[in-house]
């Protein structure tokens, strides 16, 4: 690996917001490159927020006076740009025209000598929809073209594009191949007609069979995405960079770009932006200026929209709202919004991306929000959740529900063969149990019923994100069909059910859907409240793997809370002599962080690899004095971590050094040699 | 009525973009009126987009120096603001301290005195879920101080505040008393505290209730709205007027307002926005300011985004697209979504004032799109079209279907005792009919099932917005379950149902749900094609009801189609000696848009006062030579028409002068006394 260029810094989606190094500068990403013609640069880009550009090669390469400056001064001078630079090779020509006047290495050969930081190989864009054996032949070409370039190149970094038309096998295999070769950057190339065509189902499965074959370590260009439209969607499906003369071609055309569509000049009252051009112009001035005037304006209101979108999404990759922001944004068009929809096809890979904690609570915005990885994953790790013999079914109340369901009575249903009715009317009979609580009712596991994430443990009712998240109080119906089938599947494991005649109403369940069969109320107040010990064994279940909690507290536990919030704050083992942590609940999130004893005691009893971070030996010693782990020291890891986990950092021996919380996945943290790996919270083992 | 200072430009949804007239200018509405503090304004509000703003009369008659400089200056030299200017009467003092030092009369009279625009009665601010014996109280010294500042006020121009708490009656109440009386402006008060808690389901709860029993004709205002997240549902609603100090307390407090949230600036590392502050400058910049600057431009992107919403609002009002702009903004938080959903209940009232012809496509963003007026007008005014015996259900393909539908064949569903298939196969057996057509089956609806309008009679399918719409092609359960119980209701009226095989899969149907017991194959296509007659009747007959196209389309008629496009331009009657055109189909949106015989037909057929705009005698000759019909001079009308339709311009005697466009609907023209009711099309009767 000659080139280590590409770091990230934060994680939303499959998102990322990183770094980019090049030999003119360091750039952020998410971002857009304005394309800017060799020959006609006019408009300042970077006065307007461009840190990296793209150019054409093969407009300077075919022109004797363009050619002749390049190859003089260098690409940079020739446009005027002193920061980051990337050319193209002449492959959209070649998508125009049918034909082109270079060969594959002149171009890439070209390219270095006139100093572009980041080239490209002479790529064939297969259109859409071509026939397999088309799409087949091309691909070929434009991987045997990649390979050549690779050997023509010196110092050059180079962009290798992902074709195969509308077939994602042959996506996910261009990917695959290409990936494995020493490649730069990844563009995904030829999706301009689809993104024309508003075939954004199409963009999503190109992009999606794309990505999960490319190296996590590498940007991925999706080229010619222009338009602010499709940024967020995009960038939560991976790509990194987009690049566009859309900003100017609109602009000549008196059409402006806005994150939710295109407005045309002409059939405008009023300026719907708050841009500083929309803010100081009305629609009359601008159509009274002069045409070269006006394009300069919509231009930069153009670029002005296009980098306020980039700003956004990263501060949302920060914030971990970037799935709120998606959303938002594919509700500009019915076929953004079947894209977004589309994106249930691929849950699987999205939450391996998807950090499990995150600052920002989750907003349900529709039946969509049903499919995120957030709902996915707790109804996987929900099955790492011992099950008990008797479940009760409660309906949702504000959050955490624990704290705003003090106690329950009313109209309930049972099964036939029940007898939690007769359990709770007999304790109820004896004297001291006014106060019945319903944890003293043994082997009964009690859960709320709610949207989007449809059982809810009363243990967990803390837990990132299923205490930090709203929804309208108006149910659609895909969230009452799928809280349907999620209950019907959960309580199969259970020998009696037992649920208040709200949970039925709410989510339009009948008696027969639950085999529930006779009625019952419960007239005195029953209490609820969940056992500290409980809680804190299922909680370690659910975050770290079934058999963690009893694993954790073992022995002598003791529980303190916040004296002002009545949480759980700190977990302690007492060994008589001296008391050791085990470890702290998060406030923020309702979740663990290890210390140093619940490390040891996690690594005790989860089998190797799992939750671990293998560094090599170089590292060992910075890992046992607490510094933070970086990828390139990293020689094995569980495939199976999530960033922003806690994690285990071992060496080889699976020797326990220190412990800390990932900032990658597993699949990241294997592929990336740049970059931190794990925020290292203790060594000291 | 000594004020006429509103008139409405364009309409959507219940949203109007109006112009206001005052003493000191004429405003575009909707707008944003930012709060000045008289004793320390600072900001040239003017400057950044203000063109009408609101100060505090009380404050400036409790402080001897203001109070003085106001008197002797006027209080548009107080504020240094030389545009119109409300003044508010210390109701919010009251709220906050329970107390004011000054009485109604006295606060009236100053504001009259110090030379504002608009003045305000010292209303009781009555907060929400207070006891409803309270609000009743309250509620009536409201009103008395609102009459008794009628009796003081002179040429000063009034607000009246709309209060009743969160009881949706008292609110009506209020307004209904409040808007028999001479006020100019209605704000509708005490929500501050529903904003604050988001509570938006009780905002348009109050909200609702209170514009449906207000003048048309006036001004609403949203008091101390002036989060942009809310402008647009509450345009949506009817509000014109928006007012806040919140540009300023938030940008002193670090906070920036989008129309999608608030952002904190200490937690930004981007700065999510593309107004011209956020464009030039990084979080770290502004938080390493002073803060007397860091709030000046915090307050300078608070009022550019808020006035930048302002536009896009009143821009896509023009467009026609005010709800998909609403249903964008209400997925920034899942009470404004819960919101959306609750303007379910007011579909009746909201499909009286939006348009029915609009320059905008539909475009469904979710299950709240089956909720829209469009949706709900279309099933009503599907029960104007005749039924016939049989009907024939199709599944959706490109729009318009019957040009992308040219002919059927495969698997259909058909009742036990149904005979269609036999009629196909015996037809299809005739040598002369290997082109069968499917409209020679006698008494056949021919109807293709799609979301969201379930059932689209193929004779309408190029009329708004029944071709002019876009879906995802991914339905929501609320979709199908929608498109099931319309299609269930609508089938029962006719003696047999065939539907086709995708029908049921597209929409999770069972057989028994349509009656329908066989399966038969129609195994040579059968063409599709609607008979211009039947075509042109039926959209007579939605368009103007019952009966209306046999009435319009009598006699030797005569269809001329586009050459180009091949679909219906102009329809005739041929008398003989003479043609005579009695519509034209418009292009854009596929309805009739009167000719001179048409007007009179249909004046023949349609009883009094059905579609007509009754005019005074001096308005007659204007009308009868095709000038506008302006408000002021309508004397009756049919209070169904809705805005945007073919109307009749009648005298008195019900004569026919003239024929032309609705501006308004029925009950804005029979409100309004200024501004345009009706755009003639032709006179000369």
């Known amino acids: 690996m000659k080139f280590l260029i590409f770091e990230i810094k934060y994680k939303d989606a499959r998102g990322r917001v990183g770094t980019l190094k090049t030999p003119h500068g360091k750039i952020k990403t998410p971002t857009l490159m304005p394309v800017i013609h060799p020959g006609k640069q006019t408009l300042p880009v970077g006065d307007y927020g461009a840190e990296l550009v793209v150019t054409n090669a093969y407009l300077i390469y075919k022109n ?118 020493d490649f730069q950057v990844h563009p995904i190339g030829a ?39 499709v940024f967020a969607l995009a960038v939560a499906m991976g790509c990194d960079l987009f690049d566009s003369a859309a900003y100017i071609l609109f602009a000549e055309d008196d059409r402006l770009l806005m994150p939710n569509g295109t407005y045309k000049l002409n059939n405008l009252q009023e300026m719907p932006c708050y841009c500083e051009v929309c803010s100081s112009h009305t629609p009359n001035e601008l159509q009274a200026m002069d045409k070269k005037e006006r394009s300069r304006l919509l231009a930069q209101h153009n670029l002005a929209v296009s980098f306020g979108e980039m700003r956004t999404i990263r501060q949302a990759i920060i914030d971990g709202s970037l799935w709120e922001l998606v959303e938002q944004r594919c509700r500009s068009h019915p076929y953004l919004l079947d894209a977004l929809r589309m994106l249930k096809n691929y849950q699987k890979d999205l939450e391996k991306y998807d950090p499990p904690y995150k600052k920002s609570a989750f907003f349900y915005s529709g039946p969509e929000s049903l499919n995120r990885p957030e709902v996915y994953r707790h109804l996987k790790r929900l099955q790492q959740v011992p099950k008990k013999r008797k479940v009760l079914l409660l309906p949702p109340s504000d959050k955490p529900y624990s704290q705003n369901i003090p106690e329950i009575s009313g109209k309930f249903y049972g099964m036939k063969k029940g007898n939690f009715e007769n359990i709770i009317n007999k304790k109820l009979q004896e004297p001291s149990k006014i106060n019945l609580q319903l944890h003293a009712i043994k082997d009964l596991q009690i859960v709320v019923v709610d949207v989007p ?93 079934n058999g963690s909690g009893r694993a ?37 999130d309702g979740v663990f962080v290890l210390a140093s004893e619940g490390a040891r005691r996690l690594h005790h009893y989860l089998p190797y690899p799992k939750n671990r971070v293998v560094v090599n030996q170089e590292a060992e010693p910075f890992a046992r004095k607490g510094k933070s782990i970086f990828a390139k020291f990293v020689i094995n890891c569980d495939i199976d971590i999530r960033a922003t986990e806690e994690v285990l950092i071992v060496n080889e021996n699976d020797q326990l050094l220190a412990f800390g919380k990932s900032m990658l996945n597993g699949w990241e943290i294997t592929d990336f040699k740049t970059g931190q790996a794990v925020k290292t919270r203790k060594g000291g083992f």
């Open 191 to 229: 999706v301009v007609p689809l993104l024309e065509s508003y075939s954004y189902r199409e963009v999503v499965e190109v992009v999606m069979a794309s990505v999960k074959c490319l190296p996590d370590s590498r940007p991925r260009h999706l080229m010619g995405a222009g338009h602010p439209m």
């Open 552 to 588: 954790l507290f073992n022995g002598n536990i003791k529980v303190v809370k916040s004296r002002k919030t009545g949480k759980i704050r700190h977990v302690y083992v007492d060994e008589g002599d001296v008391e050791r942590l085990i470890v702290t609940l998060r406030a923020s």
């Open 453 to 545: 994430f449809a059982i809810i443990p009363l243990e967990l009712d803390q837990v990132y994100p299923l205490a930090q998240n709203e929804s309208p109080a108006t149910y659609d119906e895909d969230a009452k069909k799928r809280v349907r089938e999620v209950l019907q599947n959960y309580i199969h494991d259970f020998e009696e059910t037992v649920a208040s005649e709200n949970v039925l109403k709410s989510f339009d369940l009948e008696l027969s859907d639950l085999n529930l069969e006779k009625e019952f109320q419960i007239t005195e107040p029953v209490m609820l409240e969940v056992e500290d010990l409980n809680r804190i064994v299922c909680i370690a279940d659910y975050q770290f793997g």
């Open 64 to 181: 004797d006076h363009l050619r002749e400056k390049a190859l003089e001064g260098g690409v940079h001078n020739l446009i005027d740009f002193s920061g980051p630079l990337i050319t193209d090779s002449g492959s959209f020509q070649l998508s125009l025209y049918g034909d082109v006047h270079v060969s594959n290495q002149e171009i890439v050969e070209f390219q270095e000598e006139i100093g572009a930081d980041i080239g490209t190989s002479l790529d064939i864009p297969t259109p859409p929809f071509v026939k397999r054996e088309r799409a087949e032949k091309e691909l070929e070409i434009t991987i045997q073209r990649a390979k050549e370039s690779l050997e023509v190149r010196d110092k050059l970094m180079l962009n290798s594009v992902v074709q195969g038309s509308t077939y994602p096998d042959l996506r996910s295999r261009c990917a695959d191949i290409l990936g494995g070769m």
